[in-house]
């Protein structure tokens, strides 16, 4: 037998069949086995591991979210800061200062002026 690729994920489709097979085999009532992995004891205690796995899982990734959010709307309020300092620095000491170019803007003086490209005409 191959051994099980354990690095995905269950589709939920079957993990909703196995847990509707579960809940039938309480009809059962002779049920016995030598598996121990089989049993109803173990397959009740796998159940609830399961349950509360995904449940420990539901909440981490609330968390993560949240962290993800906050760390994200950070970013931006950096980002804002640096921008509106940027703009002080521009106002305070110009746009073609040595102060300006210090924090990442490119002086007046460097910028190239744009140039006309020369019409051409339809001729045909």
Do not use: C
Request: proline letters at 4%; a positive charge.
């Amino acid at each position: 037998m191959v051994a099980p690729n354990t690095n995905r994920r269950l589709p939920d489709q079957v993990i909703s069949q196995d847990i509707d097979s579960l809940n039938g085999l309480k009809t059962v009532v002779d049920y016995i086995t030598v598996r121990p992995e089989a049993t109803s004891d173990n397959l009740k205690q796998t159940y609830q591991t399961m349950l509360a796995q995904q449940q420990h899982e539901t909440e981490k990734l609330a968390l993560y979210r949240a962290a993800s959010d906050a760390a994200r709307l950070s970013e931006w309020e950096f980002h804002n800061a640096v921008l509106a300092m940027k703009e002080v620095v521009r106002g305070h000491y110009g746009s073609d200062s040595d102060q300006a170019q210090s924090v990442g803007l490119k002086k007046k003086s460097d910028r190239k002026r744009p140039t006309r490209k020369p019409a051409t005409s339809a001729s045909s």
